[in-house]
């Protein structure tokens, strides 16, 4: 039979949705005062995340940060661009929180660059919007929260599949009870990743090397490892799970209403990249929450023989349904033999990241909360995290939420924090 597809309008009408499905939408008036915002950060996503804002706005960007100067430069002009206005540039955040005055900043670094920028927004009183990871190691994470209560700041976490509609229905429909109780989550994205060059040379004379590779260790610098590419370098992004496969763990975290997991394992190998990258292209973890297992898999070298959409998906099993969710769609069938699938295609007429903005601005004033919290980026970066520290010492890592530390583990415990590199000190203890 062909699966029976419907679209948002047509579930929404159908089912009972509360406002769980869209609880962060708003409507207001808008603010015709611009907000004053500084980008750190002036990469490719950097640049994504400000056109969010600009069009979420209204927005203007009055400074820039960024240890490359050829970045800075085309920053600058699609700034000038957008505004007429050239915004100032800087290689020192503090310099930039101490000279400019903002409403928040963008924090859109590797994540090596997360902790510092972001307590020194706190101590501004200035709100943030930080991309994921919340930070390279937990312990970083854990003092950003402390900070961010602290001073009472308003922070935004990058995590805008949460404003995906085809994962807030499936939330609602899962929520709902219509699948029964949910016993197992299955995630994975495979891609074809792919990889520059890993030779050892000279960095670009617009780059400071040094100060990007900044409190994390400074390697000898290739392609492979600078920018867009950190993400698969366990010194800097940590691997695929940390920087791609969170925004699944994430969503069902969101979609459970799970913390951090209770314990975790890990095993990966090198398939197809070997002596290139160094983190495992092909991986599996697997998270044990107090009633439900939420396993994840990633493969960088294919996946063209994935069923077409599931090469990217979340698929929840529960005791009487499965829901597959994808970032285009979501598909409910019951169990059984030649049960019958539907599929659900939900359209939206503003992005996820768009969205994201919007809510943060919203959360700021007030009207409402942010969808995801410093809290909730912790606790989805805390997961991935202990998932590549069982992968590190080959052992589960059983995590004591009362200690907020890793139990049992001496060796796991011990990279919980990673000894900063010179001038810069670890917040942390």
Known sequence: MNPQT????????????????????????????????????????????????????????VAICDADQAHLDKFAQKVKEQEGKTPTSYTDY???????????????????????????????????????????DIRESQAMVEHARKSGITVQVGFQRRNVPSVLEARQYIADGMAGDIRQVDTQIHYDAKAETPEIQAPPSTLDWDLWCGPAPKLPFSPQIAHIKWRLEQAYGNGHLVDWGIHWIDSVRMTLGKSIPLSTQASGDFVYFEDKITTPDT????????????????????????????????????????????????????????????????????SSGVLHMQNFFQARKGLADPICSIEDGYQSTAAVQLAMIAYETNAPVRWNAPKATISENPQAAALLKRDYRGPWVHPFG
């Open 283 to 350: 991986m599996a973890a697997t998270f044990n929450f107090d009633s439900c297992r939420v396993n994840w898999n990633h493969r960088l070298w294919g996946a063209a023989e994935v069923e077409d959409g599931l090469s990217n998906a979340a698929i929840y099993y529960g005791d009487k349904e499965t829901v597959i969710v994808t970032n285009r769609n979501w598909i409910t069938k019951p169990r059984g033999r030649n049960q019958e699938k539907t599929v659900h295609e939900p359209k939206a007429s503003t």
């Open 6 to 61: 419907i679209n948002r309008r047509q579930f929404l009408g159908s089912a009972a949705v509360s406002s769980l499905a869209f609880p962060h939408i708003v409507k207001g008036a808008v603010d015709s005062t611009p907000l004053r915002t500084a980008v750190i950060g002036c990469g490719w996503f950097g640049g994504v995340v400000l056109n969010n804002a600009w069009k979420a706005g209204p927005v203007t960007c």
């Open 94 to 136: 503090q310099k930039l929180l101490d000279q400019e005055e903002l409403d928040f900043i963008i924090i859109a670094t590797p994540p090596q660059w997360h902790a510092l920028p972001f307590i020194a927004a706190c101590k501004k009183g200035v709100d943030v919007y930080i991309e994921k990871p919340l930070a390279y």
